[in-house]
Every structure is written in C-alpha cells, then in structure tokens.
C-alpha cells in the first residue's frame, strides 16, 4: 500500500479483556516496528520485526504482549488481560531494513483506551 | 546509560523568523542522527538523516548540523510558517539493527 496502515484507529475495551492491533506495512519494506505513546509522553519502543524474525523482544512491558508477523506483511499486537496503564497510542512503523540508515514511515497509531 | 535530551518546554518563534531545536545526547556515540516531525493525533513523519561525517545536511527550508565533540544537533527551520507547527523528535543511532530510540521532543509554535 501507499503508506503503513493500523486498524482499529480506536479501540476501547474493559479491563481484564484481550485485544489485538494490526499493522499493514509498506509492501517491500522488511523491517517493522511497534512503539507506545503514552498520553503527553515520548515514544517507547516494544519490539521489531526483521521478515517475520523478532530479534529483541526486551522491550515488550509484560507477558501480556506478545506480537507476530506473517513473512514480510502484516503484523499484531496483543494484550491479553488488559490493564488501565496499557492506554495508550501504539503506533508501527516500516523501514526497508532493520538497519538504522533508512527513516520509518510510521501509521497514524491505535488508540487504545482500557476502562 | 543513553540519554537524548531536547527541550521540553514549547519553543515559541515568530512566523518568518528561523526556529533552531536542539538535540543533546550523553553516553554513546551515533553514527547518525535522525530527525522526524510529529503533528497531534499522526504518527512521526521522517524529515532528515545525517551521518557523523557530515556537518550539515539541507533540504527545502530544513537545516541539520551533527556536532560528535558536542555531542549536539540543531534542527533549522528557515522562513518559519505556522503550518511548521508541530513537534520535533530527533533519534541518534549507531546504525545497528535496533529499534530507533526517540528523544521526547520540542513542540514548536510559530505564531502568525
């Protein structure tokens, strides 16, 4: 596609519940991404994708996410029992490799509001 | 540990007049930098990478400059325009196969 795209845009769940975010990148691009935004914060970076490989997952918060990719496509996010302090934008991004020599083109995010 | 720095507070600039952001980082040494701009509610858009052999890269009205003894980047807007309004991440690198770490951002206000 023309750009890297997220569904849903919002997403608003009870606490305790699983969801699960969905990320289309770039054709081509291998690489992907997926940060947190926290309201009025900066970016938190969760764990990439280099083809459907995870290399560091170190930065996923909790046993509850978990993320996976199918070969060089499409990609989710899931939070399983869901918590107030998983609100957040998550946004993914894609880059045509893992290297950090080429910019990201990042989606317009998921919100994800847990009441 | 790594730690990027810009500046927190809102930088209020007049329209036509150049904006200059700043990007410190302590405790490592990036071969790159990047830079990205990041409007209310949108994912972060790429505006520019420079390496550390290059002093200054231009485009359009953006200016970049990479001090490594300074540990230190500016980001230039030139003939500032309202619609410049937004935040600026910047995110230096070594270039590796990690995930980009992001500075917290600058929100910049050009005022008509």
């Known amino acids: ?115 | 540990s790594q730690k990027i720095e810009q500046n927190s507070e809102a930088l209020n600039i007049q329209e036509g007049k150049t904006a200059t952001l700043t990007c410190n980082y302590t405790n490592y040494s990036p071969a790159y930098l990047q830079w990205y701009r990041q409007d209310p509610g949108r994912g972060p858009v790429f505006l520019l990478l420079i390496r550390e052999n290059e002093k200054e890269k231009r485009k359009e009205r953006l200016k970049v400059t990479f001090d490594t003894t300074l540990k230190q980047s500016l980001f230039h807007i030139t003939a500032s325009q309202p619609a410049d309004s937004a935040t600026y991440l910047c995110a230096p690198t070594g270039g590796g196969a990690d995930g980009l770490t992001f500075g917290k951002g600058t929100h910049l206000i050009i005022q008509p």
């Open chain 1, 1 to 115: 596609g023309a750009g890297v795209s997220q569904s849903p845009s919002n997403k608003v769940t009870e606490k305790g519940k699983d969801v699960e975010l969905r990320c289309d990148p770039i054709s081509g691009h291998t690489a992907l991404y997926w940060y947190r935004q926290r309201l009025g914060q900066g970016l938190e970076f969760l764990i990439y994708f280099q083809g459907n490989s995870a290399p560091d997952k170190s930065g996923l918060p909790s046993d509850r996410f978990s993320a996976e990719r199918t070969g060089e496509s499409v990609s989710t996010l899931t939070i399983q029992r869901t918590q107030q302090e998983d609100s957040a934008v998550y946004l993914c991004a894609s880059s045509l490799s893992s290297l950090q020599t080429y910019g990201y083109t990042f989606g317009s995010g998921t919100r994800l509001t847990v009441v």
